[in-house]
């Protein structure tokens, strides 16, 4: 597939840090410094992803410190002025823990971030064992693609099977992900399938026709982001 990361597995980091559910606060806090991280997932014994403590977790303990629980009960959810006390991660952690598998589509993985807000997904099995971890900047990576990749990968997959013919009738040129396709497309319905597909490419931003012997505007499909 010409080097393109299509699934989960592709980006995800591999090496994780996580710890048990009996952690407590300043262990977490220490392993969150050490590791440079801004979350750690927390096991179960055997391995078992059963909920994530991120940095939002552990703040109501300093927020809360010299203030008034009362007052605050009022203003924020009550489960901040638990966390504020919390002393162990099966206290601080968010649960259950939204996770994804490692054969989820990069496209899957992002919705369920923004659907659920959160800024990384631990990755699992089948079982729900730790297999890695994906954030906003891994699904990112697709990005960092070459041009030439993505235009072989749109020549060999798409043109060659949407236009096939002794003669290539569409020419693929990509610019900073931007892909243009030039050539003779008369079909309408061919050039929307192949438009479809080509912005299903991961690292296309954009996609654009130049129709040759086309008396209409040039018939133009642009999207602004994945």
Do not use: C
């Not at 297999?131 to 993505?150: N, T, Y």
């Not at 072989?152 to 002794?166: N, S, W």
């Amino acid at each position: 597939m010409y080097g393109s990361p299509h699934i989960v597995s592709d980006v995800m980091t591999h090496t994780v840090v996580a710890v048990s559910r009996d952690a407590p606060f300043k262990k977490i806090v220490k392993t969150m410094e050490e590791w440079k991280v801004s979350a750690v997932p927390v096991l179960e014994g055997d391995g078992r992803v059963i909920g994530l403590v991120s940095e939002a977790d552990l703040l109501p303990k300093e927020e809360f410190r010299n203030s008034d629980p009362d007052r605050f009960t009022q203003l924020r959810r009550l489960s901040d002025l638990a966390k504020a006390g919390a002393v162990t991660a099966a206290e601080l952690m968010s649960s259950p823990a939204v996770t994804v598998q490692g054969d989820a589509t990069l496209a899957q993985a992002a919705r369920i971030m923004a659907q659920r807000q959160v800024k990384r997904l631990p990755v699992i099995d089948s079982e729900g064992m730790l297999k890695g971890i994906v954030s906003r900047a891994d699904l990112l990576k697709v990005f960092l693609r070459s041009d030439e990749d993505i235009a072989e990968q749109i020549r060999h997959e798409i043109v060659a099977y949407v236009f096939p013919g002794p003669e290539e009738p569409v020419r693929v040129q990509v610019a900073d992900g931007a892909v243009t396709l030039t050539g003779q497309a008369d079909d309408p319905s061919l050039r929307s399938v192949a438009t479809r597909l080509v912005r299903a490419v991961e690292g296309v931003v954009d996609v654009k026709w130049h129709l040759s012997g086309d008396s209409d505007t040039p018939h133009a499909s642009r999207t602004a982001s994945r």
